[in-house]
């Protein structure tokens, strides 16, 4: 099994920054994609920022120039720098995950337990 453990969240006032980091641990033999998405009472969980091992990003169109999702493969560690923070960011963030435990398993999804982040304005 895979665990994902997050911290950063917080309360912060609009304009503002946090940090969000993600460790995976457990068996893993390697992650594909890690990052972060965000869900709101009454909405879907909706992607924020993910990362493949390859360097590929994928932001939603709400947080491109605000956030930035960054990894060290190393550490299979993501991070999420959140700038100019908005009220509306106001949600709880779960770190995700793809990927294996064996080479010869299909890679599966992982979640965190989600961090809140509270944006005031």
């Known amino acids: 099994q895979v665990q994902l453990v997050e911290s950063g969240g917080g309360l912060v006032q609009a304009g503002g920054s946090l940090r969000l980091s993600c460790a995976a641990s457990g068996s893993i033999f390697s992650i594909n994609t890690m990052g972060w998405y965000r869900q709101t009472p009454g909405k879907q969980r909706e992607l924020v920022a993910a990362k493949s091992s390859g360097g590929n990003t994928d932001y939603a169109d709400s947080v491109k120039g605000r956030f930035t999702v960054s990894r060290d493969n190393a550490k299979n560690t993501v991070y999420l720098q959140m700038n100019s923070l908005k009220p509306e960011d106001t949600g709880v963030y779960y770190c995700?995950?793809?990927?294996?435990?064996?080479?010869?398993?299909?890679?599966?999804?992982?979640w965190g337990q989600g961090t809140q982040v509270t944006v005031s304005s």
């Open positions: 995700n995950a793809v990927g294996r435990t064996a080479w010869y398993i299909r890679d599966s999804q992982y």
